[in-house]
């Protein structure tokens, strides 16, 4: 996890890792998306997310937080770039099975906000963007735009929810990350979560801040391959595969998870993560 969870841009264009887009999306999927069920269940529990709940979902991935959302009985829309992971998303929300009746409250988007806009339809009551920020430095880029987008889509007051990285001490998977940073320097660099980042995303946004949380999301693993390819999987790693290659990725992610291995092979990393809940104007 979008990042850590967040899934990376690289900042110059011609740096494209090799790597197999349906298989990592595969690994996403099946692997590191079920990290933040602690944080969608929090969210919506504290949201009261039901029937009467219309949500557009940024970023939306391989659709498991939308997934949580409809089997609470809400409208639920996704968006995300990624025709990839758009495509498991489809396979958990809109099944082509005989017998299955397709619901018409749930839609998935492959673009950006402003294509999920429909002529008459009413707003939205409530926006995620449940991408974890404030590991890398930079790593909020482009979530801004997203909001521009997706807040003239919501009802006035709509809930708007942001997600971010807890303090460094509090999250195992931090020391981990560094890998990331210090194989693609001067790139990327690390930087700690800071306590106001998710404020300062949604002023920038033109959004109130209106109440926040915090949620333990421990990241584990059946093994270190499985560790390896999850955390690969959320795209962070891309540009130190660029500046070096996979072989000495997996290598040096290897060797940072050794740490956080159990006697019986498994691989568990504390953490905790934090939601900020604002609203639209």
Not at 91 to 120: K, N
Not at 177 to 182: L, N, P
Request: glycine fraction near 10%; proline fraction near 8%; charge should be neutral.
């Amino acid at each position: 996890m979008t990042p850590t969870l967040v899934r990376q841009h690289l900042p110059h264009a011609g740096a494209v890792p090799r790597v197999d887009l349906r298989a990592r999306a595969r690994d996403w999927s099946e692997i590191q998306e079920r990290m933040l069920v602690p944080l969608y269940e929090a969210v919506y529990e504290r949201l009261e997310v039901g029937p009467a709940t219309r949500l557009l979902g940024l970023g939306c991935g391989s659709g498991l937080s939308l997934l949580m959302a409809a089997a609470r009985g809400a409208a639920v829309t996704g968006v995300d770039v990624s025709p990839e992971r758009m495509t498991l998303a489809r396979e958990r929300l809109l099944p082509e099975t005989p017998g299955t009746r397709a619901r018409p409250d749930i839609r998935l988007v492959e673009g950006s906000p402003r294509d999920t806009a429909v002529p008459g339809a009413s707003g939205y009551t409530l926006v995620t963007a449940f991408e974890p920020i404030g590991c890398l430095a930079g790593d909020s880029e482009g979530l801004g735009g997203l909001l521009a987008e997706a807040a003239p889509l919501a009802r006035r007051g709509a809930a708007v929810v942001l997600a971010g990285w807890g303090p460094p001490e509090r999250c195992a998977t931090a020391s981990v990350m560094r890998v990331a940073t210090k194989l693609a320097e001067p790139v990327r660099h690390w930087r700690p979560a800071c306590r106001d980042d998710l404020e300062d995303v949604a002023q920038r946004a033109g959004l109130k801040p209106d109440g926040s949380g915090r949620v333990a999301c421990p990241f584990g693993y059946a093994d270190v391959d499985s560790a390896v390819r999850g955390l690969k999987s959320t795209g962070l790693f891309d540009a130190a595969m660029t500046a070096t290659d996979q072989e000495q990725v997996d290598k040096e992610l290897t060797e940072a998870l050794h740490p956080h291995q159990r006697q019986d092979g498994t691989v568990w990393m504390p953490n905790v993560f934090r939601y900020l809940i604002a609203r639209t104007p």
